[in-house]
């Protein structure tokens, strides 16, 4: 079974002050192939989850606009990994942060979303 282990492997909470940087990452347990897209998703307190930034294979990044211009999604399909650079944080960005890569396992002939446990990050003074 393919799971996806987030920076600190679920057990780090990260807490960062209001201006600064965080980088998240999230590497599968084992390869996946075939990956059409990478993604980051947050959910805040009481609300949906919402995209945050996506990048599907051989194409563009995409992000909500609440993030447009701080952070920046990159992936490599070869280690089935994507990291999420985070600049400027905002208290707004406050939220679980999951990752998710849409591929197929290699012992699997079927192609399926896959998600990280989640990474809680706080920004706050």
């Known amino acids: 079974q393919v799971q996806l282990v987030e920076s600190g492997g679920g057990l780090v909470q990260y807490l960062v002050q209001p201006g600064r940087s965080l980088r998240l990452s999230c590497a599968a347990s084992?390869?996946?192939?075939?990956?059409?897209?990478m993604a980051w998703y947050r959910q805040a307190p009481g609300k949906q989850r919402e995209l945050v930034a996506s990048i599907a294979s051989g194409g563009t990044p995409n992000y909500a606009d609440s993030v447009k211009g701080r952070f920046a999604i990159s992936g490599d399909n070869a280690k089935s990994t994507v990291y999420l650079q985070m600049n400027t944080l905002k208290p707004e960005d406050t939220a679980v942060y999951f990752c998710?890569?849409?591929?197929?396992?290699?012992?699997?002939?079927?192609?399926?979303?896959?998600w990280g446990q989640g990474t809680q990050v706080t920004v706050s003074s």
């Open positions: 084992e390869r996946i192939f075939s990956i059409n897209a």
């Open positions: 998710y890569i849409d591929g197929r396992a290699e012992n699997s002939d079927l192609e399926r979303a896959y």
